[in-house]
């Protein structure tokens, strides 16, 4: 039996007061040409193949989580592709809902994504990975009441427009935030904001909904420029910076040009770039290519991706 399952890329968060009944909230797309493959089959003793010693402890306390609580078979896992880990694709929720959901279909334990994802603790503050692990596309949560133990509400998942495309910024040398100094980073955020949060909402509903309804790309991106801009200000005091240097000088360069559309996904150093059709996104790749040369900013990888309408894949009679 074997799993794919796709990355996404985190678009911003649209209420991040822990004071309110209610917060967080966020905006999420899933991409094309990153994902988990994951192969697993009964074994004598557990068994877990793959290169990142980090994806082997997971997976070993993932297996035995589950079977502290449920009757599940021991089991050869094979991690044969992996999403880039800790630069903003979602690796952590998906690795996991991956792991989690194999071995609920291994052992026949008919437990739901969602049940899964509560388990293993994920979708703590965003509902986008677990939607993007479900169904794909473009997702907006409406984040949880305080003190509930649920999920983040979803209220909507629209498909992603294909025309328009993605051009993906990698810093291999950036620094990335995850794990305990992600919470910590989440803890430093004060009620100082309000009227940034609420204009989160309301260009979500004037600009970035219609824009994808309507395909009206420029709305869109405007939109999305604006939210990226609030991040900025509330993560890290400036409109205008995002954790990569190098992707910075980038975006630097795009403002000049007075193209919108581009941001930081999760905590970075992954940019993205969105583009209104296949031309547009090489003209754009072509440009920055020429920037960086220029600029020598050497360990910047760009990447060209799709949003994709499809959740996981599951092929159970692999070999």
């Known amino acids: 039996m074997k799993l794919f399952s796709p990355a996404r890329i985190h678009l911003g968060f649209l209420e991040l007061d822990q004071t309110l009944p209610r917060f967080f909230g966020s905006m999420g797309l899933t991409i094309s040409n990153f994902c988990f493959e994951v192969q697993i089959s009964k074994s004598k003793n557990l068994n877990v193949i793959t290169e990142h010693k980090s994806l082997e402890k997971k997976t070993t306390d993932i297996f035995y989580k589950f ?24 690796s952590g929720t998906q690795f996991s809902l991956t792991i989690g959901y194999l071995i609920s279909k291994l052992n026949n334990l008919n437990i739901s994504i969602d049940e899964i994802a509560l388990f293993l603790n994920r979708g703590n503050r965003s509902g986008i990975g677990v939607q993007s692990f479900k169904q794909g596309g473009f ?10 133990n649920n999920l983040p509400l979803k209220l909507m998942n629209i498909k992603w427009p294909q025309d328009w495309k993605i051009i993906l910024l990698f810093d291999l040398q950036g620094d990335n935030v995850f794990g305990e100094n992600e919470i910590k980073k989440f803890r430093k ?8 949060f609420n204009y989160n909402y309301s260009t979500l509903c004037l600009k ?16 999305i420029q604006l939210i990226q801009s609030n991040m900025s200000e509330i993560f890290y005091k400036n409109p205008k910076k995002f954790s990569s240097k190098k992707v910075n000088y980038i975006f630097d360069y795009l403002r000049d040009k007075r193209i919108m559309g581009f941001g930081q996904t999760s905590w970075g150093p992954t940019g993205f770039i969105f583009c ?8 754009l790749l072509n440009l920055i290519e020429k920037y960086i040369t220029f600029k020598k900013l050497n360990g910047i990888d760009l990447v060209k991706v799709n949003g994709r309408n499809k959740g996981n894949f599951l092929i159970k009679d692999s070999l």
């Open 67 to 90: 079977k502290q609580k449920y009757n599940v078979n021991f089991c050869k896992i094979n991690i044969k592709k992996t999403i880039p880990l800790h630069v903003g694709l979602g």
């Open 208 to 223: 970035i909904l219609p824009g994808i309804l309507e395909k009206d790309f420029d709305s869109f991106a405007e939109g």
């Open 276 to 283: 209104e059709n296949l031309k547009k996104r090489n003209q």
């Open 139 to 148: 997702t907006i949560d409406i984040g949880k009441k305080k003190g509930a």
């Open 189 to 196: 955020i004060n009620k100082r904001y309000r009227s940034r």
